[in-house]
T-cell receptor, first 113, second 115 residues
Framework: GQQVMQIPQYQHVQEGEDFTTYCNSSTTLSNIQWYKQRPGGHPVFLIQ?????EVKKQKRLTFQFGEAKKNSSLHITATQTTDVGTYFCAGLLLGGNTGKLIFGQGTTLQVKP | DTEVTQTPKHLVMGMTNKKSLKCEQHMGHRAMYWYKQSAKKPLELMFVYNFKEQTENNSVPSRFSPECPNSSLLNLHLHALQPEDSALYLC??????????????FGSGTRLTVV
């Protein structure tokens, strides 16, 4: 079936270091979304990428969508302790009148102060 | 605070019990979803409802029975669950236009433990 793979599963960084998580799909995606889930919380929508090769920035976060629309990355510059959480990519597969969002396994980020 | 409200927040039930999870949203979204989140597993899509009609059942066992009374409410009826069904059950809703840039809005979830 359709799969979205995400690596790494865990990442421990020192505060101030950069962090990147990568997402790959077995099929071409209509769009890709990124979510953040704080410990004990629920996923919160961060951003959506739609166009091939698209790059979007949110302060220290940079999101990229691959040219083939099958991979994506999230890069955080100069991590802070507030960045702690699990980051999920999710690929939207369209079919019929609705799409369905398939989530990657997530990358859990720990930041040491 | 989330605009998708889920109740209860925690639920412990025996394998012979019948219980229901409730989800409500007032954002005017027409699509609603149930996801299961287990430890060390990705979020698993269970059901999709679009304009109150079920459009996706992701091979979910019949001991999980969804119900969508109206476009703002989505219930999940539970019966004869197994311990491996213990997980965080998340409800989400979204704008019907997949081109919108708002993503899914998730509720806080129901932490279910089957004993």
């Amino acid at each position: 079936g359709q799969q979205v793979m995400q690596i790494p599963q865990y990442q421990h960084v020192q505060e101030g270091e950069d962090f990147t998580t990568y997402c790959n799909s077995s099929t071409t995606l209509s769009n890709i979304q990124w979510y953040k889930q704080r410990p004990g919380g629920h996923p919160v929508f961060l951003i959506q990428l739609v166009k091939s090769g698209e790059v979007k920035k949110q302060k220290r976060l940079t999101f990229q969508f691959g040219e083939a629309k099958k991979n994506s990355s999230l890069h955080i510059t100069a991590t802070q302790t507030t960045d702690v959480g699990t980051y999920f990519c999710a690929g939207l597969l369209l079919g019929g009148n609705t799409g369905k969002l398939i989530f990657g396994q997530g990358t859990t980020l720990q930041v040491k102060p | 605070d989330t605009e998708v409200t889920q109740t209860p927040k925690h639920l412990v039930m025996g394998m012979t019990n019948k219980k229901s999870l409730k989800c409500e949203q007032h954002m005017g979204h027409r699509a609603m979803y149930w996801y299961k989140q287990s430890a060390k597993k990705p979020l698993e899509l269970m059901f999709v409802y679009n304009f109150k009609e079920q459009t996706e059942n992701n091979s979910v066992p019949s001991r999980f029975s969804p119900e969508c009374p109206n476009s703002s409410l989505l219930n999940l009826h539970l019966h004869a669950l197994q311990p491996e069904d213990s997980a965080l059950y998340l409800c989400a809703s979204s704008h019907p236009d997949t081109r919108s840039n708002y993503g899914y809005t998730f509720g806080s979830g129901t932490r279910l433990t089957v004993v």
